[in-house]
């Protein structure tokens, strides 16, 4: 039987609804933050400061701790992160429920948050080709229906919810989000647990983390596969620091039409997670991506230039659209082609490269909103977008990642006998 006639397996069926769940819980708290951070505050750099103190984890630990990952059980790694992070949230609801919030106190929650995210994003990421056998159509397939759910619940279901939620306090948004990481890990717990690839005797985790970074760096569409998020995420971050205050100053959108605002990124990036894999199949994964890239250049600038909500919001399903369909044809491309024993260290490797940038996206798009206007971070955005495609095109396109793939294919197959097979899977161990 071909890729295309299998089935996802029913473990595929619970990490899909628990990541629903949770992708739920945080479209909740990622429309109520900023609207959380702007009763605090209506200082441009402090509310960049609680943005990019989410990131700061991957800048600090991202190498390392995707070498962890490989070390670890990766289905118990995904658990624990999502309790910890349950717990984690309590934190700011009480104080938000003692009217003691602060913007310190936010950035320090959203840092361990950061923290909690990078061991579950890396573990994840890992777990899926295992549980898949590896199947490089199984993976697009699932990565579709995974990115689709995400946007969906984080974007078109959440935010609405956010901020109606927000209506009833501050705390409320807060203890919702904890609910959806309570569910997620007790999902993931139910998970089958993976034999861990053959572990690299006699190596230091320093050593091995070198290791996997060095491996992405050597491959051209691996490192190209990683600086188009890096290159991304500045862009990106720098218009989520001042979306809120862009959309309330300039656009005149209210607390529930921010809401909306969002729910329109999403409803494009539903629909670009869902043509994916014909974008794919038509043009070619390289081509494709590199089309994608320069949509979301074009749709930040026509963001820029909104007269009003109603343009603001075409864009942003425009750009929501091209991210969809980035961020199924990219990592489904990674999982197939790297090793089993490299991926939590590659995928880390990877994330860490987008994420540190996030920072910086924070910075400027604070800096350049204070030092000139709100409308200054979009236009910006855009013409690093537009950049980062024009110099990352020639890295990942059809040739090169059909020369990746067929060298990966005789590493397709599932790496040992338990790969699909829950009776027969080795007991988790964290040593």
């Not at 994608?292 to 749709?299: D, F, Q, S």
């Not at 800096?367 to 495609?389: E, K, V």
Request: include cysteine; charge should be positive.
């Amino acid at each position: 039987m071909n890729s295309s006639g299998k089935q996802l397996s029913a473990g595929f069926g619970r990490l899909w609804t628990a990541q629903t769940v949770s992708s739920l819980g945080d479209g909740v708290s990622h429309a109520a933050l900023p609207l959380i951070a702007l009763t605090l505050t209506r200082e441009p750099m402090a509310l960049a400061v609680v943005t990019a103190a989410g990131t700061l984890p991957w800048l600090l630990f991202g190498v390392v701790g995707g070498a962890l990952v490989d070390r670890w059980d990766r289905r118990r790694t995904m658990w624990v992160a999502d309790a910890v992070r349950a717990v984690l949230l309590a934190i700011p609801a009480a104080a938000a429920a003692l009217d003691v919030l602060s913007i310190p106190l936010l950035a320090a929650v959203a840092f361990l948050l950061g923290l909690g995210g990078l061991f579950f994003d890396t573990a994840a990421t890992a777990y899926l080709p295992d549980l898949l056998g590896r199947d490089p159509v199984l993976l697009e397939r699932a990565n579709a229906r995974l990115r689709g759910a995400q946007t969906a619940m984080s974007g078109f279901a959440g935010p609405p919810a956010g901020s109606a939620l927000l209506a009833l306090g501050r705390a409320v948004p807060l203890i919702a989000d904890a609910g959806s990481f309570l569910v997620s890990a007790l999902l993931v717990r139910s998970l089958p647990a993976m034999p861990r690839p053959v572990p690299e005797v006699r190596e230091s985790l320093l050593r091995q983390a070198r290791a996997g970074a060095s491996y992405v760096f050597r491959d051209r569409v691996l490192l190209g596969l990683a600086l188009r998020p890096a290159v991304g995420n500045i862009a990106f971050i720098a218009v989520e620091t001042v979306l809120a205050l862009f959309a309330h100053d300039r656009l005149g959108i209210d607390t529930y039409g921010f809401g909306l605002l969002l729910t329109a990124e999403a409803t494009g990036g539903l629909l670009g997670a869902g043509i994916a894999s014909c974008l794919g199949r038509r043009l070619g994964t390289g081509t494709a991506l590199t089309c994608t890239a320069a949509v979301e250049g074009l749709a930040i600038l026509g963001l820029a230039s909104a007269p009003n909500p109603y343009v603001a919001g075409a864009a942003l399903a425009l750009c929501g659209a091209a991210m969809g369909s980035t961020m199924v044809l990219g990592p489904s491309l990674r999982q197939a082609i790297v090793p089993a024993h490299l991926m939590g260290r590659v995928a880390s490797t990877s994330r860490m490269l987008a994420m540190c940038a996030a920072p910086i996206g924070a910075f400027l798009g604070g800096w350049l909103a204070t030092a000139y206007d709100i409308r200054t971070p979009l236009y910006a955005a855009a013409a690093l977008l537009l950049t980062m495609t024009a110099v990352t095109a020639s890295m990942t396109n059809n040739r090169r990642v059909e020369a990746a793939l067929r060298a990966a294919a005789p590493a397709s197959a599932p790496h040992h006998p338990a790969a699909n097979d829950p009776a027969q899977a080795i007991a988790p161990d964290l040593s």
